[in-house]
């Protein structure tokens, strides 16, 4: 077979999941007579994921073969994310505008259930936090309704995703450090990752 684990030709599984997602944000953009403008405001976003699986092993060895997935899965995770931002742009010669800016947020993430088999596993009952800041700086140019030019540079991010601690496969030699696809070995912690940032 090409296959890399043909136990996985017999299996079935249903899963049946939950999101809940809420998001609020409260802006405050200034239309000022001066030269000066400010944009502010907050950022709030809450998810509940709950999850559950049923693995069936349908082939013909009985007992099925230990590489065939456990019965049951269940997850239960909530996470949060804040936001503070805000930014001046300041026209000290008009047509010319300036402007500067910053993002700070914070991740917090609970794994409240995680279950195999109806057993925790070592991921259950664990919370992670991040934490973080971006800038962002900006020059335009607007001498006429019909030209508009501008030179920028801003961070970004994507969101984090929770490390869970590794399982046996990852650890053949039973060191604690993690065999990865390079040939390296690395300690892996359970927790938040850092967010991937960029910079544009």
Do not use: C, H, M
């Amino acid at each position: 077979s090409g296959f890399a684990d043909p136990t996985l030709l017999a299996v079935a599984s249903v899963t049946n999941a939950d999101k809940e997602l809420f998001v609020n944000e409260f802006r405050f953009a200034s239309k000022f007579d001066g030269p000066l403008q400010l944009i502010s405001g907050l950022y709030y976003e809450e998810r509940k994921t709950t999850a559950d699986a049923l693995t069936r092993y349908t082939g013909t060895d009985n007992p099925p073969p230990a590489s065939a997935p456990r019965e049951t899965l269940d997850n239960k995770n909530k996470q949060k994310q804040f936001a503070a931002f805000g930014e001046a742009s300041l026209t000290p010669i008009d047509p010319v505008t300036l402007t500067v800016g910053g993002r700070y947020y914070k991740f917090e993430q609970d794994i409240v259930i995680a279950r195999v088999d109806g057993v925790p596993t070592t991921a259950e009952g664990r919370s992670a936090t991040t934490d973080g800041f971006l800038w962002k700086a900006n020059v335009s140019w607007k001498p006429s309704d019909d030209l508009f030019l501008y030179a920028q540079w801003a961070q970004g991010f994507r969101q984090p995703q929770f490390q869970r601690a590794i399982l046996p496969d990852d650890d053949a030699d039973n060191d604690g450090l993690v065999e990865f696809a390079d040939g390296i070995e690395r300690a892996v912690d359970p927790g938040l990752l850092d967010p991937d940032k960029v910079d544009t």
